[in-house]
């Protein structure tokens, strides 16, 4: 009988020795730990951490050092991140990415403050190039030198032999010398255009600048960007945006880095996720395109537009401009033509984005939205308005009420709360740049830059939407202030609704068990610091996929 219990003892120990084994051995050894940190997650059910394992490009645990502790192996490697704050990685809803990436090493207009200077500037750009190269982008602002639009007379004795095309920032006006006019056969007797503008001298020459449906007439004479010009803009990009935290873009831009970043990923030099538009007018295209989507390259959203801008008075409005009686500016689109297109791509189940800027273009444009809804039944289709800057009252409820993603860039409003009164008037400011009120409709926000129209920053993006101080320093208490929102109402702005906007809430957009492991690691806690100061805070490193891709302390991109 001892003998028998003895045996029995000796199983029972056996048996709990080897479940013990058995249950060490389920632990998965992580590639990566990331420990000692302060992670703001995103996710509600879980919403801050210490720590998290990574294996291969996934988050395999999260929480406190102790728990994650026991996925360290041998071959894992560990990143002590000395207390420092960990957002999940931005994703910038609203890039232009091939012509931002191209803006890198032309002539920079931006901050241009008088017409010497941007004349100065171009001029010495010029003297670097041989005769027949183009310079292009550029991104200047009228309204640093009084709002005085620049002439072709300007520059042309600088550029006798370089055609010249360069975009105001908010790209709806563009400057063309008297040489890029000559190469695409414009001159007195080129007639106007339907819903563009070709500025014209007393003596009807036209002076250089083009507005909205106009700017194509040089726009397509320009020389397409050739294989090796795109992937270096593309690479510039991709290092400029991992410099910022940002590890997913929405791609915009009508130049297409579809094909380029699939090259690149061929090579395994892709760092940057994107999600990559085309013209709504291709839609066709789209709709017999092989979709082969992958976390890393997506494809399938349409870009359209109602308006241009309100910088250059071509963005629609119900009543006129303040400073321009009779002037409503104008849709480029029309609504019956939007309407069809957006009726076809989205019974192709394609999904789709429309510019509208002005308060008519909006309300447009939901109208338009609620007719297909209406037509073709509901789903999960998650159609956005890219900028929404001015909305009717009446009309902000529309975006929660039909789930219209309110897709906006809030760098803007500290750079147009300089000037935007004088142009639109006290009580349609009141809705410029909305971004409580939406919040408050329940409406879903994403949040994006524009780049290169404005900084490629989500931090500068959070604090502009977090104290809407703008650029001149007159406003310390912030623009229309009521506006304003919370650090970590615009920290999901940036990462979870990003993700949700582009159908990738399930492996992006929040630090989780499950989805994928881009990140950034930075100099301060955006949720324990005042807004004011969060300009000041600066990317340390960021991680796409569980690998480094940007290192501060060795100014590196990899």
């Given at each position: ?353 429309v510019h509208a800027i002005g308060d008519r273009a909006v309300r447009s444009i939901l109208s338009i939205y609620e007719k297909v809804i209406n037509t073709t039944g509901k789903r999960d289709r998650r159609f956005r308005v890219e900028h929404a800057q001015h909305i009717a009252v009446s009309d902000i409820p529309k975006f929660a009420e039909l789930g219209i ?154």
């Amino acid at each position: 009988m001892p003998h028998t219990k003895t045996t029995l003892y000796l199983k029972t120990v056996f048996l709990l020795l080897v479940l013990t084994l058995i249950s060490c051995e389920k632990v998965r050894k992580a590639d990566l730990i990331v420990t000692n940190a302060v992670i703001w997650t995103g996710n509600e059910k879980q919403q801050t951490a210490q720590a998290m394992a990574i294996d291969s490009d996934t988050i395999v645990a999260i929480g406190t050092v102790e728990e994650i502790n026991k996925y360290k192996g041998k071959k894992t490697k560990i990143v002590d991140a000395n207390g420092k704050f960990i957002t999940p990685g931005f994703i910038d809803s609203h890039v232009h990415l091939l012509q931002g990436g191209n803006s890198l090493s032309s002539v920079a207009l931006r901050d241009a403050k008088t017409p010497e200077e941007f004349a100065k500037r171009i001029s010495d750009y010029a003297r670097k190039l041989q005769p027949g190269e183009w310079i292009l982008e550029g991104n200047w602002d009228h309204t640093l030198w009084g709002g005085t639009l620049p002439t072709k007379e300007w520059i042309d004795k600088y550029t006798p032999d370089n055609p010249v095309v360069v975009y105001r920032l908010d790209g709806h006006m563009i400057l063309a010398n008297s040489a890029a006019m000559k190469f695409a056969g414009i001159d007195k007797n080129t007639a106007d255009v339907k819903d563009g503008t070709i500025v014209r001298d007393k003596e009807g020459n036209p002076t250089g600048i083009f507005k909205s449906n106009a700017m194509p007439l040089m726009l397509n004479k320009i020389p397409e960007l050739t294989r090796k010009q795109k992937e270096a803009a593309l690479t510039a990009a991709m290092k400029y945006f991992a410099a910022n935290g940002v590890t997913t873009v929405h791609d915009l831009d009508s130049l297409s880095s579809y094909k380029t970043a699939k090259r690149l990923k061929k090579k395994d030099q892709l760092t940057l996720r994107i999600y990559s538009s085309r013209p709504l007018n291709k839609w066709i295209e789209q709709a017999n395109a092989d979709l082969k989507n992958s976390k890393w390259l997506r494809r399938g959203i349409l870009k359209g537009f109602v308006d241009g801008s309100l910088g250059s008075h071509t963005a629609a409005f119900i009543d006129s401009y303040s400073d321009k009686v009779g002037d409503r500016g104008f849709l480029i689109t029309d609504p019956k033509t939007l309407t069809e297109w957006i009726t076809s791509a989205d019974k192709a189940n394609l999904n789709i984005t429309v510019h509208a800027i002005g308060d008519r273009a909006v309300r447009s444009i939901l109208s338009i939205y609620e007719k297909v809804i209406n037509t073709t039944g509901k789903r999960d289709r998650r159609f956005r308005v890219e900028h929404a800057q001015h909305i009717a009252v009446s009309d902000i409820p529309k975006f929660a009420e039909l789930g219209i993603i309110a897709s906006v860039q809030p760098y803007h409003a500290i750079d147009d709360g300089r000037w935007a009164e004088g142009v639109i008037g006290t009580e349609r400011i009141k809705t410029t740049y909305a971004f409580k009120s939406l919040l408050d409709a329940n409406t879903i926000v994403a949040f994006g830059s524009d780049w290169p129209v404005a900084p490629g920053s989500a931090i500068l993006g959070i604090y502009a939407a977090t104290t809407r101080r703008t650029l001149d320093g007159k406003n310390p208490n912030g623009w229309n202030p009521e506006q304003k929102i919370t650090v970590e109402q615009a920290l999901t702005a940036y990462t979870k609704t990003g993700a949700y906007a582009s159908f990738d809430e399930k492996i992006k957009g929040t630090l989780e068990v499950g989805k994928l492991a881009d990140f950034a690691i930075l100099s301060q806690d955006l949720t324990k610091i005042e807004p004011i100061k969060i300009k000041d805070v600066y990317v340390l490193k960021t991680y796409v996929g569980g690998k480094k891709v940007y290192d501060r302390s060795n100014k590196k991109s990899y």
